[in-house]
Structures are given as C-alpha cells and as structure tokens.
C-alpha cells in the first residue's frame, strides 16, 4: 500500500514538473512580450512647471535622501528655471508632490510635501508606474540657468551645473570641511593627551602601591627584630 502511494505521488510530481517546465517559457515570453510592448507604447509625459523670471534664487529645501533619484538637477538651455515634473499620473504622485513656494519677490523655496488620498486605480497608472520604474524615471528635474543663485545644505549634488554663487557655495563647502577636519584632530589630540594622562596616572599609582608595600615589610621586619 505504502509503495502504491509513493508511486502515485511520484507520478502526481512528474505530471506537475513538466507542466510547469512546458508553461514557464510560454508565460516568460508572453511577459516579456507584454512588457516589451508596454515600454514601446507607454509614454510619461511630464507636467512642465515655470519658475517667473524674477526669482533670482532658488532655495532647494529637501533632505538629501530625497535628491537622488527624485529631484535631478539639470542645466536650463537657456534663462528659464523650471521643473518637469514626471510623477502626476504614477503612483509616486501619492507618495510625494514637489512644492514650490515663494519667499519674496527674488526668491523660491524648492521643497516637497506628503500628499494623501489622491490614489488613482486604473490601467493607464498603472502602466505608467512600470515603465517609470524600469526606465528609472526621476520623480522630477530641477532646470538651472546660469545665472541662478541656490541655498542648498549640499552643493556636491549640483557639480555638474553652472550658477551663479556656486564658487562661493564650494568655497564656504570647503572651509566647513577643514574647519571639521581640524576639530577632528583636536579631539583626537586632546583623546590622546587624556589616555597619556590616564596612564601615567596609573603608573604612579601602582609605583606608590609598590612602596608602601615594601615599607609594611620593612616595618614588619623591624617589629619581628624588636
């Protein structure tokens, strides 16, 4: 009975392996048709957002966690700041929305907030959140024209563009990291002078623990002669 049952279920596997071995490549090509389709068909358009020109300074308020692979900055082609903004019809646009608030009449803060209830269930966002996933589609681009001023907490991320104080902000970038650097090895130097400290310290102590042990035996002796 025992050795029926084993041959029923080997027989039973069989079966299951080669089903699965005949329908994986089937359904691997059917899906990658799909998604090859998919990326062929399916365009992100982005909503483009200007920034008047006016506004001489951009105040890029955003953790830098949030720039990479969110916000790219790119050279404007010309005197004109703005964003193109690629998350309005993916579900990203559920997640974040870049802000754009203005300060005073020369200035504009660049920065996000959470946006909540806004999901939108449907075929074409969901096609549109695949193809901006597998083909890396950056939540939005910052463009900078030259003559731009920024305030931002990490000018490295802005190398590769041209504005207006960026040698003052790498100027100041550079002085805050020596400044640091300096510190750095001050605490260093003042860790070791403690630790140099704190062994002599304990050398003395162990010479004084040493001496008063010879004079109780040196009075012990005497004691014993008397």
Request: hydrophobic share 35%; glycine share 4%; with cysteine.
């Amino acid at each position: 009975m025992f050795k029926k049952i084993t041959i029923i279920t080997a027989i039973i596997f069989l079966v299951c392996f080669l089903g699965v071995a005949i329908t994986l490549p089937l359904g691997i090509k059917t899906t990658f048709g799909n998604v090859e389709k998919l990326l062929e068909t399916t365009n992100i358009t982005p909503q483009r957002i200007e920034i008047p020109s006016n506004i001489t300074t951009l105040d890029i308020d955003l953790n830098y966690r949030y720039y990479r692979g969110h916000l790219l900055p790119r050279q404007s082609p010309d005197d004109t700041a703005y964003i193109e903004v690629f998350n309005t019809d993916t579900y990203s646009s559920t997640q974040n929305a870049i802000t754009i608030n203005y300060i005073d009449e020369t200035t504009a803060k660049i920065g996000w907030e959470e946006v909540y209830g806004k999901l939108k269930f449907n075929k074409e966002t969901i096609n549109k959140t695949i193809v901006k996933e597998l083909q890396n589609y950056p939540d939005a681009i910052l463009y900078i024209p030259t003559r731009m001023n920024l305030q931002t907490d990490n000018v490295y991320y802005f190398d590769n563009i041209y504005f207006n104080n960026k040698n003052e902000l790498m100027q100041e970038e550079k002085t805050k990291e020596e400044q640091e650097q300096i510190l750095e090895q001050a605490e260093k130097i003042r860790n070791q002078q403690q630790e140099e400290e704190e062994r002599i310290l304990e050398k003395a102590e162990e010479i004084m623990e040493q001496r008063q042990i010879e004079m109780d035996m040196q009075q012990g002796a005497m004691d014993q002669d008397y």
